[in-house]
């Protein structure tokens, strides 16, 4: 049964740094994209980054790229999210997700409804 875990949620003052993991069993995270997504309460989930390992492609939401850094580890079958200079707008249920990368090629931001596979979320919480 494919299944994907994030951990590394946690308290943080504004300016510091998270690294989120994402990791998966029961299927090898090489063959699909991997989106990251988060979700602030009465917000909808929207998306962050995502990443094709065997691809070697990473997207970023414009708004957050050069904060935020996706990335792979193929023999850990994880992948990460680096978050930088945190502010309080980034408060949220952080999800990873597997997508089909060879129907998408490189365009791995997708809507979360195109995406398949699902963590239960690991939590931001910046401080303001």
């Known amino acids: 049964q494919p299944q994907l875990v994030e951990s590394g949620g946690d308290l943080v003052q504004p300016g510091g740094s998270l690294k989120l993991s994402c990791v998966g069993s029961g299927f090898s995270l090489d063959h699909y994209a991997i989106g990251w997504f988060r979700q602030a309460p009465g917000d909808e989930r929207e998306d962050v980054a995502c990443i094709n390992l065997s691809g070697g492609i990473k997207k970023y939401v414009d708004s957050l790229e050069g904060r935020f850094t996706v990335s792979g580890d193929h023999d850990k079958n994880t992948v990460y999210l680096q978050m930088n200079s945190l502010k309080s707008e980034d408060t949220a249920v952080y999800y990873c997700?597997?997508?089909?990368?060879?129907?998408?090629?490189?365009?791995?931001?997708?809507?979360?409804?195109?995406?398949?596979?699902w963590g239960q979320g690991t939590p931001v919480t910046v401080l303001s």
């Open positions: 997700a597997a997508g089909p990368a060879m129907a998408w090629g490189s365009n791995c931001l997708r809507s979360r409804e195109e995406y398949e596979v």
